[in-house]
């Protein structure tokens, strides 16, 4: 019984449900720079920035967060362990040092400093999301809008796990938040090390019921905050109360156990009577599994042809769908067209999310209810990720609805939360953050898995980095040159009515609607023009969506499924256990 029960355990930390649930947690604690608007004003007020200096670096802090060229080459060459324990170590030594800086435990550090400590411990983000979604969607690759919006969705919850947590642990000491987030995620990535991986595609039908049934166990974690975070909102919390509140969220974040427990008890059982059935079936298993894995490699050295290097093909792509080498993607119109609508579409909504503090104060709202906005955007960042992976997914199966027109909509959709804030209407910034929230989560999943669809799975990892670079060069722009260099002009103007002249180390405030609406009206057309150029993409690929984009995925699961049953369980088995190092190659 106990050996047993040993091997089940072993067959349960290893397989790819655990695998599933271990990305998820990773993926909970990775979304810190959605939070900036929390502890924004500590790292403005403690250095004396004026808003100019404090874009500057967020802008430092979005490009850690989004340029993962470097995290997507090294997940090529090196197992996924590699890349979280990289993460993990760039996370704490970041957000560390940012902690020591705020706190003055060291002397106040250069501006150029600040920008580096950002822009490691963001970059950390990009580690994590590559080590635990990119693999994720290698392994599940016919349900890969559904993985992306679930791994995605628990980052878009984190600002409002960080949140019950932070204050379940340190009260209201928002300076200790920083510190929560350098030790936090990197404590849950070692933790995981050897869970993530990739595993070969192995026939999984009913994996999008499961892939439901985590989603419902992530919708009431979403819920459950929700109402914590309107109570809250109204009534005064103690600490004893936070502390249960916190209990509480941790709790739901390991219900996803008892659907993992339970669909690899399912195919433990599964492999044991199959076991039985036939001495031989392990021996035929491997036999089967020599003859498959060469042959799933077979395409892409044909589409690439004898003796052409990838530099001769890089204006030579193949046929939207296969595999295209890095080159030919990064210089195809199609990834141009992506990028430029990402640059103008997600920008805005990127600089909405790392003003929100500044905005809120502009506007007069209590500094409780700023907790309030940065907590509905993460709900409702987590509600846009979720829908968009789940719901394209669901349109493009069943009505061929292509994801790219999905993302011009999207992006539609946000400039009413920009011309809320532009034009300050009371209470507005509620709704405001909600919209915005929705939109900016809902944008990654769809752009993530259009680019795996367009461009293939082979440099998946490598193209799902580029196209994140995309939005902080328009969060440089927009935020940076725009919104930062509007609002000092604005806060300048107000001390010189008063009289006043701005005394050095001292940060600089604006009051009023006047403060963000030129720069957000700017923001809402910038939007449109995304809008327009997202289109282009949708009359580009409308052919490609209307056929079958997942038909060389089911013609390989059909060959596996066709081996006889008992060396087909095997097969399933072997899989399921061993990392495919065909992905490695």
Avoid at 225 to 254: A, C, H, P, W
Avoid at 273 to 294: C, H, K
Avoid at 333 to 349: E, H, P, Q, S, Y
């Amino acid at each position: 019984m106990a050996t047993k029960t040993k091997a089940f355990m072993h067959h349960l930390i290893t397989g790819r449900w655990f695998m599933i649930f271990a990305s998820c947690l990773i993926m909970a604690v990775s979304g810190a720079t959605y939070m900036f608007g929390l502890y924004s004003n500590e790292v403005k007020t403690s250095l004396g920035y004026d808003q100019s200096t404090l874009n500057l670096i967020s802008f430092f802090k979005d490009l850690g967060a989004n340029l993962g060229i470097f995290s997507g080459l090294i997940n090529e060459i090196s197992p996924p362990w590699v890349i979280l324990a990289i993460g993990a170590t760039m996370n704490f030594v970041g957000y560390f040092m940012i902690w020591l800086s705020v706190t003055a435990r060291i002397a106040k550090p250069h501006v150029w400093q600040m920008c580096l400590y950002f822009y490691i411990g963001a970059n950390s983000q990009s580690f994590a999301n590559t080590g635990a979604l990119v693999n994720c969607v290698m392994s599940f690759p016919r349900s890969r809008g559904s993985v992306i919006g679930l791994l995605k969705g628990y980052v878009g919850l984190s600002g409002a796990i960080f949140t019950q947590l932070y204050h379940a642990f340190y009260g209201d000491n928002s300076k200790a938040l920083i510190f929560l987030i350098g030790w936090l995620p990197a404590a849950i990535s070692f933790i995981f090390l050897p869970t993530v991986r990739v595993l070969s595609i192995t026939p999984q039908p009913k994996e999008i019921k499961v892939f439901y049934q985590l989603l419902y166990i992530s919708l009431g974690v979403a819920g459950f905050l929700m109402v914590l975070i309107v109570i809250q909102n109204k009534l005064s919390f103690t600490r004893v109360e936070y502390i249960v509140d916190g209990m509480v969220v941790i709790l739901l974040l390991l219900l996803p156990l008892f659907v993992v427990f339970r669909e690899e008890l399912k195919l433990w059982k599964n492999q044991n009577q199959n076991q039985n059935q036939s001495f031989t079936g392990e021996a035929d298993a491997a036999a089967a599994s020599v003859i498959e894995l060469p042959q799933a490699e077979a395409a892409p050295t044909h589409l690439e042809g004898k003796n052409n290097s990838c530099l001769k093909n890089i204006f030579k792509p193949p046929q939207r769908g296969e595999d295209y080498t890095i080159f030919q993607a990064l210089f195809s119109i199609d990834m141009l067209i992506l990028f430029i609508a990402t640059v103008f579409g997600v920008g805005g909504t990127l600089t909405a999310l790392d003003n929100l503090g500044q905005i809120g104060n502009s506007l007069g709202y209590p500094k409780k209810s700023l907790t309030t906005f940065v907590s509905l955007v993460s709900i409702w960042n987590y509600l846009g990720r979720a829908s968009s992976g789940f719901a394209s997914e669901y349109l493009l199966t069943k009505y061929k609805f292509p994801r790219p027109l999905m993302l011009t909509l999207v992006m539609l959709l946000s400039c009413v939360g920009h011309l809320l804030i532009a034009f300050g209407v009371p209470n507005s910034l509620y709704f405001a953050s909600v919209i915005i929230g929705f939109c900016f989560g809902a944008l990654w999943p769809l752009m993530f898995a259009i680019i795996s669809e367009i461009f293939g799975l082979k440099y998946y990892s490598t193209l799902y980095n580029f196209g994140a670079v995309a939005s902080p060069v328009g969060s440089y722009i927009l935020n940076v040159k725009v919104t930062g260099s509007l609002y000092d002009k604005d806060a300048l103007r107000q001390l010189e009515m008063k009289g006043l002249t701005r005394q050095k180390g001292k940060d600089l405030t604006c009051m009023g609607v006047q403060c963000y609406r030129m720069a957000f009206i700017i923001i809402t057309a910038s939007t449109l023009i995304g809008c327009l150029v997202s289109f282009i993409l949708v009359l580009r690929t409308r052919k490609f969506y209307k056929g079958d984009i997942y038909e060389k995925f089911r013609v390989e699961l059909d060959k596996a499924e066709s081996v006889p049953t008992f060396s087909s369980s095997g097969t399933t088995t072997n899989q399921a256990e061993e990392p495919d190092k065909t992905n490695r190659k």
